[in-house]
């Protein structure tokens, strides 16, 4: 153990080491999609795909919940108002065709304003009291986007928004299938690419706030408000600004996943959604980026990778016993309890967090 922290730490402060352990990283990252494609096929690039966008969600929850310690049930409808806003400027339903680099920006600073307005009348609620208040916002705005289809159509109700343009850079659209260097670019691979840059810039984003002086504001009103408040943190507009910036996060998947689907619907955005976004931060590691990323990518491949349960009963039993999706929730609820139990600090927990929930045994140990 001692070696293996002594090789850590000299990757970690030897330059060259580091450059090179960043650039097989990065080779590894531009050849997973085509090599995914020819072991396990398209379905499972098209999975990753899903996965980036809960990396995004996850990381945006994680401002608000691991940060701040603002618990938000709510946190799909910031995904919704993203989604709709890139689908009603960017599909036929008004007839407008707005470009994606308006677009996605645009989406982030609505939803962002929507985060304000459901910060602001919570400012006094904590805990229980703010999680029951921010679910109710997030049924609010999936039945708004329900109901919204009359006397004047805006939102076409329950059945959505289909033929959403496609992210397109004059005639190169993503929606697409390209041959390049023999290489055949379809278009799970080409959203892939988009979805891998806005992940790594939102992890970059949430490591530079985390160790910046808002950061650790941030941190200071989740361990304590009342005691930041006295050392002169100005701790409404900080807890405004976690959710702007949480729901900024969420407005720029929301406007990926439209484009992707090219179609979106209320029954997008369900409370499940919600916590299941919850469940990866958690999961992976409350207030930890890279633990985030973990929770995202685990919480998104394993419901997936469950599917083949009714297969496998059937060759080796002869019979489907239990019907795959009834075992997928039975197995995910049984593992998040069983995490809950060993690690309660997630499987990659900051070390703050670890310090607060390991006594004085094992770092994730129960007190």
């Avoid at 995914?36 to 499972?44: E, F, I, N, P, S």
């Avoid at 470009?99 to 910060?119: C, D, E, I, Q």
């Avoid at 900024?248 to 689907?261: C, E, N, Y």
Wanted: aromatic fraction near 12%; hydrophobic fraction near 55%.
């Amino acid at each position: 153990m001692t070696s293996a922290v002594g090789r850590w730490r000299q990757w970690r402060d030897d330059p060259w080491l580091r450059r090179l352990g960043y650039c097989a990283v990065t080779a590894a990252l531009i050849a997973l999609p085509f090599v995914v494609d020819a072991v396990l096929g398209r379905a499972w690039v098209r999975i990753i795909d899903v996965a980036l966008l809960f990396v995004l969600l996850g990381l945006g929850l994680n401002i608000v919940v691991g940060f701040a310690g603002l618990l938000d049930l709510g946190y799909i409808a910031f995904f919704a108002v993203g989604a709709y806003s890139y689908a009603l400027l960017a599909s036929p339903q008004f007839d407008l065709h707005w470009s994606f680099l308006v677009l996605l920006p645009l989406g982030a600073f609505v939803a962002g304003a929507f985060g304000v307005l459901l910060g602001a009348p919570t400012l006094r609620l904590r805990g229980d009291y703010l999680a029951i208040v921010t679910l109710g916002f997030g049924e609010i705005i999936r039945i708004f986007l329900n109901n919204l289809n009359r006397p004047y159509n805006i939102t076409n109700g329950p059945q959505g928004i289909t033929l959403i343009d496609p992210l397109a850079v004059g005639e190169f659209a993503l929606n697409r299938s390209y041959t390049i260097a023999g290489f055949t670019l379809a278009p799970v691979h080409s959203y892939y690419f988009v979805f891998l840059a806005c992940a790594v810039a939102s992890i970059f984003i949430s490591l530079r706030l985390e160790d910046s002086r808002i950061g650790r504001a941030w941190i200071a009103i989740r361990e304590d408000e009342l005691a930041a408040g006295a050392m002169g943190i100005n701790t409404r507009n900080l807890k405004l600004l976690a959710f702007a910036m949480g729901a900024s996060f969420g407005g720029v998947a929301g406007g990926l996943f439209a484009s992707f689907q090219g179609f979106v619907s209320p029954e997008s955005f369900a409370l499940l959604d919600s916590i299941m976004v919850l469940c990866m931060v958690v999961l992976g590691g409350m207030g930890n980026v890279g633990g985030v990323v973990l929770g995202a990518a685990l919480l998104t491949a394993l419901p997936e990778a469950l599917r083949y349960a009714g297969p496998l009963q059937k060759a080796w039993l002869g019979e489907v016993y239990v019907d795959p999706s009834d075992l997928r929730m039975l197995l995910f609820g049984l593992a998040l309890v069983l995490m809950m139990l060993l690690r309660p600090a997630g499987l990659w927990p900051s070390t703050m967090r670890r310090r607060e929930l390991a006594g004085g045994g094992e770092p994730g140990a129960v007190r």
